[in-house]
């Protein structure tokens, strides 16, 4: 994805990804998890636009809501789950893939979504 970005939001960009494996240390706790989301949405808002693919591309990877109306998260203002294809290490790695694509990284391996006391 081509996007310019100025020195300083690249930086930024590359901050909230340095902070991705605290935020998975922490359990991820929602609102921790929250708090990066919107502080990189905004980024990105500022940086690109809220109509830039690059922006859309992001906020869809962490604000997506779950498959089923019953499962809310973000928009509805409900905690999310951890683990699974909507919980929190999900978005994470989807919101990785998208700011490495931003930035042109090379893709990374993601992190497992299932609970690791728990066979699929």
């Not at 994805?1 to 991705?20: F, G, I, N």
Request: zero cysteines.
């Amino acid at each position: 994805m081509e996007a310019t970005l100025s020195s300083k939001a690249a930086e930024l960009v590359r901050q909230q990804l340095d902070r991705l494996s605290h935020l998975r240390g922490v359990g991820p706790e929602p609102l921790v998890y929250y708090q990066w989301a919107d502080e990189t949405s905004n980024i990105l808002y500022e940086a690109l636009g809220p109509d830039h693919p690059a922006t859309r591309a992001f906020v869809r990877a962490v604000g997506e809501r779950g498959r089923t109306p019953y499962q809310r998260g973000v928009a509805d203002n409900m905690s999310l789950g951890i683990y699974g294809p909507w919980g929190i290490l999900a978005r994470l790695n989807r919101g990785e893939a998208a700011l490495r694509e931003l930035l042109g990284l090379p893709p990374v391996e993601p992190q497992p979504t299932t609970h690791p006391h728990v066979t699929p």
